[in-house]
């Protein structure tokens, strides 16, 4: 208020205090301003400030409705829901915020749930875990993003289904129009791959797409097709406004152009289930034609900043969304920066201009979101052009066909729309095939980023200015950032340290010297505990060799002893306390870094002999819970120091400084 008041006084005051000598400092206070203004949308958004959030209260029950459209896998279906009220002995309290709800379903009778559908659960429910390894995806951040810190398990027979359907009109409306669709394609499309592209490409709808499909969508740059976005509808506005230019002769003309083209986007967005990338792409295409009609003089860059601006306002959390920082990035380059590359090259011909044309698109939108998509996603495309260059024909045909296969009459064509979906996916499979087809495993910390994103700035700007300070500003950057990479690379060539890692069920504990590591684990390189929760670290410390083994096998190797139940790796050992030991007692005497209890065993610490000395007491998740509390009370009685390798942080041993 401070701020607003000092730029309404600086308004009224500008020509009497000549205050247009200073706009520096009214920039400032414009920019803070809005930085403020989002701080304290952030505050008024975050559910769990609010008096009525639903953790703070002592319920027994609680009543939600269902805020988006469930998601089906196997027999557990998961939907996001909306606290509306929660019951007490003797009374029903208005409550508020959001819960990610696990329904089991029954084998015989599922139950059938959509959106707005009202439900009433036990508030039984538990805090999203953090991520507990290194370099695991943190679900808590991303939830948290979303508003939602909390998450339930429910049995199907322990929830009422009541009779009311809640929720916005609109979306219902769209969610029910889009499965419709959905149908229409299953009857149309026999491929089960070929109709999980055509729903995600066409209508949004996340389908099970295999995991070959997805990797080579994504070695080859080309997932952006698979999420309908700012190149669908730009799409789509192209066509309409190729077909709707008779409409360009007088202003009244260009306004019903105007509306027309603005209500069938709207309709298309609506036919995607009102998606978040689809809404996106829809406000901002609408916001420039409207621009473009309205005005005469138009700046892409303020309506860029209006739409992102307009949508913020609504949910300011979406700033963290990767989707859409990556959407508004993209456009930024395409805007900034695709003239400049353009311009570098004069084509004479036609269709080799528009060739160029596409290209500068192309590689101005890689470069601008380059930096953030190392930092997320950790690998990069180099044949990027090439799979955009291709897919360029069929993305447009298949946008085309998918959305006319859908009326009736036209449906004959669904045979050729199918071909295509499978000829690309071919395609795409045999690029990502080709030899160094993406660099992999970058991981950059957040310092990198910032260096690396600063000095592509610069870069940038100095070149398209002619500015030699900016060019070697950006070069003295980017060798900060050149030599905080070489430091990590010296650190991976000498790093020694073991990983006791924290999973739910199994066992993991990698023993990493250098660029190798062995992996003491009862996992495999194709179970999903072992990618979701192992291999990320081993992917962000650069290990290129593992090697799996077994508790079970005696090994010896170099640096690495695992016999006689006991483990040693360099001056690190552990002895290993498992169901070979049962009932057994241990004699002699020893020294050990750790005692490792494995396999939920029936050794009892009482029976060591005294002269064996460990630090350390690592308990694994292959015991049961009340083992792990029995475990734990005996080692805290002898004051040892003792750590759970389930729901806790891993266990990090760096055994090199």
Known sequence: ???????????????????????????????????????????????????????????????????????????????????ISGYQEDKQVKLSGQILLALKLDNLKPLKLKYGDEIIISAKYTAVEPPYNPAEFDFKAWLAHQNVYHQAFVDQNHLIKTNNNVGNTIIKHALNLRKEQIEKYRKLIKSDEAFAVASTLILGYRADLSKETLSAYSKTGTIHALSVSGAHVAIIYVVLDFFLAFLNRKRGLKILKLVLICTLIWGYALLTGLSPSVVRSAIMISILITAKVLTKNTNSYNILAFSAFCQLVYDPFLIWDVGFQLSYLAVFGLICLQPKIYNILYVRHKWPDKLWSFISMSLAAQIVTFPLSIYYFHQFPLYFLF?????????????????????????????????????????????????????????????????????????????????????????????????????????????????????RKNYAAAFINGRESILVTDLTATDKSYDFFVKPALSQLQIEKISFLNLKQDTIVKDFILKNNQIVFHHYKILLIDERLNYKSLRGNGQFSSLWINGNTKFKLTALDPAINYKTVLIDATNRDYKIENFKKVVNNNYLDVHILKKNKAYLVQLTQ
Request: aromatic share 18%.
């Open 1 to 83: 208020m401070l701020i607003f008041l000092s730029i309404l006084t600086i308004n009224i005051t500008y020509k009497k205090l000549n205050i247009y000598r200073y706009k520096g400092i009214i920039g400032f206070l414009l920019f803070l301003f809005f930085f403020n203004l989002g701080g304290l949308l952030c505050l008024l958004n975050n559910e769990t400030l609010k008096d009525g959030y639903f953790a703070n209260g002592n319920c027994i029950y609680l009543k939600i409705w269902v805020k988006d459209e469930p998601q089906q896998s196997g027999n557990i279906l998961r939907f996001k829901g909306q606290v």
């Open 387 to 503: 799979g955009n260059l291709f897919i360029t024909v069929p993305l447009v045909l298949m946008m085309y066909l998918g959305i006319a296969i859908l009326v009736p009459w036209l449906s004959f064509l669904a045979p050729v729309f199918e071909w295509i979906i499978n000829f690309t996916n071919s395609t795409l499979k045999w690029i990502a095939d080709l030899p160094y087809a993406t660099f992999s495993s970058i991981w950059i910390n957040l310092p990198e980023f910032i260096l690396l994103s600063l000095a592509l700035g610069l870069f940038i700007y100095g070149l398209a200015n002619f500015n030699k300070r900016f060019i070697f500003s950006s070069l003295a950057v980017f060798i900060g950032y050149q030599v905080l990479i070489v430091c990590d690379d010296l650190n991976t060539y000498h790093q020694q340290k073991v990983i006791f890692f924290s999973l």
